[in-house]
């Protein structure tokens, strides 16, 4: 059973940071892309970050480059969002999701999603 699970959101200050997590199981993630979206209220689902784990590769959007960085980790086959100087405009619900194909910004190229979690950066 193929299967995403994010965990790791919450409410966090202007500036602070939070950490992502989404593991995996039914398959490795080593052979896939793993791609991170967020969809705040009343907006579009974007894509955040992107990261090809057969060789490390990883691709972020100009809004978040500097303060975002993905890792994985093989052995818990999980891949990680590291966030970092949250503003306001980070809110929203961040889901992983996985593409055979390339790591584009499309959602249509994600065939397997997880549930997503809540991130709110509020004073």
């Known amino acids: 059973q193929v299967q995403l699970v994010e965990s790791g959101g919450g409410l966090v200050q202007p500036g602070g940071s939070l950490t992502l997590s989404c593991a995996a199981s039914?398959?490795?993630?080593?052979?896939?892309?793993i791609g991170w979206f967020r969809q705040a209220p009343g907006k579009e689902r974007e894509g955040v970050s992107c990261i090809k784990n057969n060789d490390g590769n990883t691709f972020y959007r100009d809004f978040v480059k500097g303060r975002f960085f993905l890792s994985s980790d093989d052995a818990g086959n999980t891949v990680y969002l590291q966030m970092n100087n949250l503003k306001p405009e980070d809110s929203g619900v961040y889901y992983c999701?996985?593409?055979?194909?390339?790591?584009?910004?499309?959602?249509?190229?994600?065939?397997?999603w997880g549930q997503g979690t809540q991130v709110n950066v509020s004073s």
């Open positions: 999701a996985r593409s055979k194909i390339s790591c584009s910004w499309s959602p249509d190229r994600y065939d397997y």
């Open positions: 039914g398959f490795t993630l080593y052979n896939y892309r």
